[in-house]
């Protein structure tokens, strides 16, 4: 058919891309079409804790291992791994044939310096490269060692200081990057196979076409609400609980009213003003979703106290355009009852991954969904009471030790470890959940997008492994 010569793109906190190719297939003919609310400007593994970009990354670059519903560790990046008997040292031996980008391989020189940076020297007692293989010892047992390189954050990433992207192993380099659209392009062309995939940003209902004769291939990453009929009666559908909750953050420094706000916006109305359409959810009445250890179903304990005036007038930072005239008249209201001065900003594609990596400053509100793809419970709360990356105005150190704690636990922790934090993230009023989805995924019928762990893979699916 062709043969695609790929020229790199980016690299650094957020995005990945590349530049095009030239064929004589149809145009269009194997690429993927996904649409978006908003079009990241960069892409780097330290943000995969962003939904969006956890996504690309999941195409662009691999972790050393990955662990499926049987709970078994594979690698697709090494040839050779084992752990020993004494549970703290492991030998590593890199593919060296892949690349992330031409004239950079996956040496064993580069696993070590990799290693390296992904462990202290307290941690490490002996690294060392016989130039094919990579042998590692630690100063103790490391048993959470497969798990934390199994995690997307710690994925081997090539880092080129003039580029703000990054190039990695997987399947995918980065094509083109605008304000409007994103493309990835496949490494190595296969007719049988995604060669493109093509990030839209949704403007109106026109966005999930293509083409008059072609819908979006993945519509999943829009609000459900605004899933076109046409989707849904013609694409398969699959049913799932996500382990994601709608939450409002108060990133308020003023205590008092933070509490005074946390307590007088009302969950339901609240809801049915941002999305009226909204129908597959469940309330929830904890930060962490029900379906994980510690999450629970109903509504949290609210005691609005009645009129009182805030001196300060904060901001709501909100994504959504269809819903801003709504939300202007709901705080107008609240302002009118309670006192409570709110003005809606409507913000575009930066701001909203400045407020995703926590690096947005100053007081607001706004409301986020955080999942947990992964089970971790540590990554879940780790965007709020990590301190290396908390909520910009969460100053809490016994959030931080309960935090502290929470690492060490391993993918188990004690439901009462879970339960403080909880109760520490709800006395502090920095958090206000506000629904979780049960959502419902649409692929279209010809593609099977579903690997051996289904929820995992619909959310967020490896578009490598497609068959065309």
């Avoid at 010892?137 to 200081?161: G, M, Y």
């Amino acid at each position: 058919m062709c043969s695609l010569h790929s020229i790199f793109v980016r690299i650094s906190l957020i995005l990945v891309v590349f530049i095009s190719s030239s064929c004589t297939t149809k145009q269009g003919e194997n690429d993927w079409y996904v649409l978006l609310m908003a079009i990241p400007n960069k892409i780097a593994v330290q943000s995969a804790d962003v939904n969006i970009i956890s996504y690309i990354l999941t195409q662009t670059h691999r972790t050393l291992f990955q662990r499926k519903n049987d709970l078994k560790y594979t690698s697709e990046i090494l040839s050779e791994w084992s752990r020993f008997e004494n549970g703290k040292t492991f030998k590593l031996c890199p593919k060296v044939s892949l690349k992330f980008m031409d004239g950079h391989f996956f040496t064993a020189e580069y696993l070590l310096d990799f290693l390296q940076a992904k462990f202290s020297d307290k941690q490490i007692s002996k690294i060392q490269s016989n130039g094919s293989c990579v042998t590692i010892e630690f100063s103790s047992k490391r048993e959470d060692f497969f798990e934390f390189l199994s995690d997307l954050k710690n994925a081997p990433t090539l880092k080129v200081r003039s580029l703000d992207y990054e190039f990695g192993l997987g399947d995918y380099d980065i094509e083109k990057m605008s304000g409007s659209e994103l493309s990835l392009k496949r490494k190595d062309f296969d007719k049988n196979k995604v060669n493109r995939i093509v990030f839209k940003k949704y403007e109106d209902p026109s966005s999930f076409w293509v083409s008059p004769e072609r819908l979006v291939d993945d519509p999943n990453r829009v609000s459900l609400e605004l899933i076109p009929d046409e989707v849904k009666s013609s694409y398969r559908s699959y049913r799932i609980n996500q382990l994601q909750v709608a939450l409002i953050i108060l990133n308020i420094q003023n205590a008092d009213d933070r509490k005074l706000i946390y307590n007088c916006i009302n969950i339901e109305k609240f809801r049915s003003e941002f999305s009226p359409d909204l129908k597959e959810y469940s309330d929830v009445k904890t930060v962490i979703p029900f379906g994980m250890k510690g999450g629970s179903q109903g509504r949290i304990d609210q005691v609005c106290e009645g009129r009182r005036f805030i001196g300060k007038r904060y901001t709501f930072l909100n994504w959504k355009t269809a819903s801003q005239v709504r939300l202007e008249k709901y705080f107008k209201d609240l302002e009118r009852k309670n006192g409570l001065l709110v003005s809606v900003k409507l913000i575009g594609a930066d701001e909203l991954l400045r407020v995703a990596e926590n690096k947005m400053t100053g007081d607001y509100l706004t409301l986020i969904g955080v999942d947990s793809l992964t089970g971790s419970y540590s990554d879940f709360y780790g965007f709020f009471i990590d301190k290396k990356r908390n909520l910009p105005q969460l100053r809490e150190p016994s959030l931080f030790r309960l935090f502290e704690d929470l690492s060490k636990a391993g993918r188990s922790p004690p439901i009462a470890l879970i339960a403080k934090i909880e109760e520490g993230l709800k006395n502090g009023h920095y958090v206000l959940p506000i629904f979780q989805p049960n959502r419902t995924f649409y692929y279209p019928r010809k593609y099977d997008v579903v690997e051996t762990d289904r929820d995992s893979s619909l959310q967020t699916p490896n578009i490598g492994l497609i068959n065309l």
